[in-house]
Every structure is written in structure tokens, then in C-alpha cells.
């Protein structure tokens, strides 16, 4: 943080209580002033859409000044009571109602698509990238939702939440859908300033997003969703076609499908208590320790992230025996209750602070919320402790070598472990930096090797795989610097590691 933060942050006496306000006042007048020079760059419909913008991000703004300290007591952290999180067996035994199209017509898919695939080296929106026999991100989306409401004849529309770095590029390939049974929405996130990390004010200059203000601007983060929804005035629209929830997740999740026993369960309960957001956690694994986890705090159900752990406690937080369970980001959440909650501004998130440096190597930081963190906003929450499956993210190509590969199979865009594995867990893949981006990743694999039978594979160095090699228990390969290793076509390798240099030359 900067000096000028960490002042807000110091000691409490009186007189500096009084010159902390006074600074407090003086960085918020010198940032309204700046965003009002922004907004007088712009043209006329977009100075609307900015002025909206704005609005939000000066709150969180005045919040950023106003908060000391981690925004949790670890003291008042206590496990959640038994009730409050539900594993999904019991949810499942209630059965399905003979009218499923019923619950259906409730309800309204949101996928979060807010994010560029830069991290696996491709241009463009992520949800673009071919995860599957040519298949999107997008395009398996698309398909699980026609197939609901073919096989149920419902309506459930797909919102894809887009941020100005997506929305474009989204919008030209949904043309490729115009005629599947399903209608599609988009709306946008906020786009918020960076902030200068020392002198608190807009690294923009104009509202543009070229030239030197390319990397002025950012979405913040999907806890955004709630007002840019509400300014979008596609919330009030799917009120009034009937729609009562939503089922949010992040587009890049292939296990977040539409669970048909946890809308029965929200759509059946009385309408005293009816539940307003349910969270699908899962249990944690070594490799989910920093996922964020539920806790009761204050008499409620809340999130809990990693980054608002006090630093002497996050080992304790990372412990699976004392947080057995992670947030997967799939949600449930009640139209109305959106409406009310953001009408009354009573959605309470955390705010994230998220350093940044820039190319140029600026210093800045953002002002983030995740949509989880509203939990404890809506009334009668509840988690459901969700089978491992609907947790299926893909981050890196070790997670697309996973899903391409016959570990699962594919029906109507949903991916299903394939009952030949034996086990029901996942294998650990970890391959190295030759394998980062998806095009060299390509390149290194003849065909996906057979995986059915596999534990562990890690991959290092210049490797490349022949057609129809077979990888069981743990594999490990790694090519030293300068040294290259060629897996030949039809290979076994079977608890095996293979280093220094192997080539199989044609002759």
C-alpha cells in the first residue's frame, strides 16, 4: 500500500483521527473532480454509461478511505452450524417434481465472461478458446442449455456478463446461434479507473481506451454483477418474463451445469422462508487450500477469502481439517432479492484491493468485490456440499489436457468422468512453461494420450508425445535445458520417469 494509504490506516488518536478526515476529504474531492475531467472527454452516450460507472466506483472509493485494518475479527470466526450447509445427497432425496418445466421457466443461466485467455496465450475473450472436438467455452454452454430446453420444452435464456475487454468479440460470434433453442443476453460489467498507488487519483487521462489509457481501465471483479445487472435493466426484464433465480458461474468451469435438484429445491420452499442464495461448495483438496470458505461470523453465513486473512492466521485458514470445504463461484441467487438488496444499497461485499504493476511499471491498484462476498446479505442462505464433478475448472493447458483427453466423455456439451476410471479423482497434471500457451501445447501431442488409468503426470522441458501413448499411475518426464524428449507413438509408460534426452529419429 502506499504512504498515503497506510496513513488511513495508522494510529487513532485524536488529532490525527482529525488530520486522517481532513486528507480522507481532500483525496476524495481530488478524485471527483478528476472522474468529472474524464466524463467531460467523452461523447454523449457513452459519458451516460461512464457516469454509471462512476457512480459505483466512487463508492467503493469512499469505502477504500474509509476502512482500518483487515476487514475480519479472527476471533469472531466460528464454524458454520450443521444445518446451514447441506451435502447434496439429502437435496437430491427430495426427488423431482413431475413438472420440471415449471422450475425451469424460473429460471435464468449467468455465465461470468469477463476474462481474456492471455494466461494460456490466446487472444480474445476465453470463452472462445476449443476445449473439446472444436468445442468452446461458449459453444458447450450453448448446448447444455438447447438440450434442457428441448428435452423439458422450457425457456431458460443464457446472460453471458461481459467486460469491455470481451463484449465485442462475443457479440460477433453469437450470430452462430440464432438459431438454437436458446435466447441470449449479454450485459456489461462496470469499467472502473485505475488508481495511481501513490498519489490515490486516475491513471486515465481520456475516457478512451487506446494509446496510453489501454491499460487505464479495468472490470472489477464479478462481485460487480449485482449493479451492473440492475443498470443494465435486463434484471427487471427477466423479473417480469417470470424468472425467480439466477445460476451464476464462471464461464470457464465445465462442471457447473444446471442442477435440476437444487432449483427444485429453491423453487419448492414456503415462501416465508424461502432460501435467496445458495453457494455450492465442495471438499477441499491440497490443491483448493486458498479457495474461500464459509464461516458463521456475526450470526451469518459469510464467505471467507484468503486475502482477508490476517497474515498470523493463514496457515490456520489453509488447514483442511478446520475448513473442510471450498466456494466453487457456481451460485444460486433470487431475482428479487437482487432488485431489493441493490435498491436499498444493502448488498455489503468486501472490497479487494488488488495491486497491479503496469507495462510501463506504474504502480497501481484496483478496487475489486467478488459475488460471493454478498452472501450474508440475502436472507436464509444456505451452502450445499456439491460432488467434486461440478467443480471442473480450466485455468491451464494441465486443465484442458484433462478435459480433452478420455478421462471423460461428452453428452449434450455436459462432461462426465468416463466409467472406466476406476477412481472417481481427478489426476494431478502438471505440465512445464513449453506447454503454457494452447498453440505450443498443440503442437507437442500428436493425439491426447490415454489417461484412464493415470495418478500423476508431470511434464518438463522439450517434450513431445507420438499418437496413442498410454500414461498409467505416476509419470514423470523432464527434459533437461538443451536436451529434448520424444515419447514415440504407442508408448506405455506406467509409474515411470524418463529424463535427459530420448529422440526417436525417422530414418
Same mark, same amino acid.
Given at each position: ?52 460507472? $462512476? ?27 450443521? %444445518? ?84 465485442? %468479440? ?65 434484471? %427487471? ?14 464461464? %470457464? ?23 435467496? $442464495? ?156 513449453? $506447454? ?28 513431445? $508425445? ?42
Amino acid at each position: 500500500m502506499s504512504f498515503v494509504a497506510d496513513l488511513y490506516r495508522s494510529s487513532s488518536n485524536a488529532g490525527m483521527a482529525e488530520f486522517q478526515e481532513k486528507l480522507r476529504l481532500q483525496h476524495e474531492n481530488s478524485m471527483h473532480t478528476e472522474l468529472e475531467k474524464l466524463l467531460t472527454s467523452a461523447k454523449t452516450p457513452e459519458a451516460e454509461i461512464s457516469r454509471k460507472d $462512476f457512480e459505483g466506483f466512487k463508492k467503493l472509493f469512499h469505502r477504500f478511505l474509509q476502512e482500518k485494518g483487515p476487514s475480519v475479527d479472527w476471533a469472531k470466526i466460528q464454524r458454520p452450524p450443521e %444445518d446451514s450447509i447441506q451435502p447434496y445427497e439429502k437435496i437430491k432425496l427430495k426427488g423431482l417434481p413431475a413438472d420440471v418445466a415449471s422450475s425451469l421457466n424460473k429460471l435464468a443461466v449467468v455465465k461470468l465472461n469477463g476474462g481474456l485467455g492471455t494466461s494460456m496465450g490466446c487472444k480474445g475473450p476465453k470463452s472462445l478458446i476449443s476445449v473439446r472436438n472444436e468445442n468452446t467455452f461458449l459453444d458447450l454452454t450453448v448446448q447444455q442449455i438447447e438440450h434442457l430446453n428441448k428435452s423439458y420444452n422450457a425457456d431458460v435464456p443464457l446472460v453471458l456478463m461481459n467486460s469491455f475487454n470481451t463484449d465485442e %468479440d462475443t457479440k460477433k460470434i453469437l450470430q452462430k446461434y440464432t438459431h438454437h433453442r436458446v435466447k441470449i443476453h449479454t450485459f456489461n460489467q462496470s469499467r472502473y479507473p485505475r488508481i495511481n498507488k501513490e498519489s490515490l487519483l486516475p491513471v486515465a487521462t481520456n475516457i478512451g481506451l487506446t494509446g496510453e489509457n489501454e491499460e487505464a481501465w479495468y472490470p472489477p471483479g464479478h462481485g460487480d454483477i449485482y449493479a451492473s445487472f440492475y443498470n443494465s435493466g435486463l434484471l %427487471d426484464k427477466l423479473i417480469a418474463e417470470g424468472k425467480e433465480f439466477i445460476f451464476v458461474s464462471n464461464i %470457464d468451469n465445465l462442471g457447473a451445469t444446471v442442477d435440476l435438484h437444487i432449483l427444485n429445491h429453491l423453487v419448492s420452499q414456503p415462501s416465508g422462508k424461502r432460501c435467496e $442464495f445458495v453457494m455450492e461448495v465442495t471438499d477441499k483438496t491440497r490443491a483448493d487450500v486458498k479457495g474461500g470458505t464459509l464461516t458463521q461470523y456475526d450470526g451469518k453465513l459469510r464467505l471467507l477469502e484468503i486475502a482477508q486473512v490476517p497474515k498470523a492466521h493463514v496457515d490456520e485458514f489453509k488447514s483442511v481439517t478446520k475448513f473442510k470445504i471450498f466456494n466453487t463461484n457456481n451460485l444460486w441467487i433470487s431475482l428479487p432479492a437482487i432488485k431489493r438488496l441493490h435498491e436499498k444499497n444493502a448488498m455489503d461485499m468486501e472490497i479487494i484491493v488488488n495491486p497491479k504493476t503496469l507495462d510501463g511499471g506504474l504502480n497501481v491498484i484496483q478496487l475489486e468485490t467478488a459475488v460471493g462476498s454478498a452472501m450474508k446479505s440475502f436472507d436464509n442462505a444456505l451452502g450445499i456440499n456439491v460432488p467434486r464433478s461440478r467443480f471442473l475448472p480450466v485455468k491451464t493447458t494441465s486443465d484442458l489436457l484433462l478435459v480433452m483427453s478420455n478421462l471423460y466423455s461428452m453428452d449434450a456439451g455436459s462432461l462426465t468422468m468416463s466409467p472406466k476410471r476406476e477412481f472417481p479423482s481427478t489426476p494431478h497434471v502438471k505440465l512445464g512453461s513449453s $506447454f503454457t500457451k494452447v498453440r505450443d501445447f498443440l503442437k507437442r501431442f500428436e493425439s491426447i494420450p490415454d489417461m484412464l488409468e493415470l495418478d500423476h503426470l508431470t511434464v518438463s522441458g522439450d517434450v513431445t $508425445f507420438g499418437k496413442q501413448v498410454t500414461v498409467k499411475g505416476t509419470v514423470i518426464i523432464i527434459a533437461n535445458h538443451g536436451d529434448r524428449i520424444d515419447i514415440p507413438a504407442g508408448a506405455m509408460l506406467e509409474n515411470k520417469i524418463v529424463s535427459g534426452n530420448l529422440r526417436i529419429l525417422d530414418h
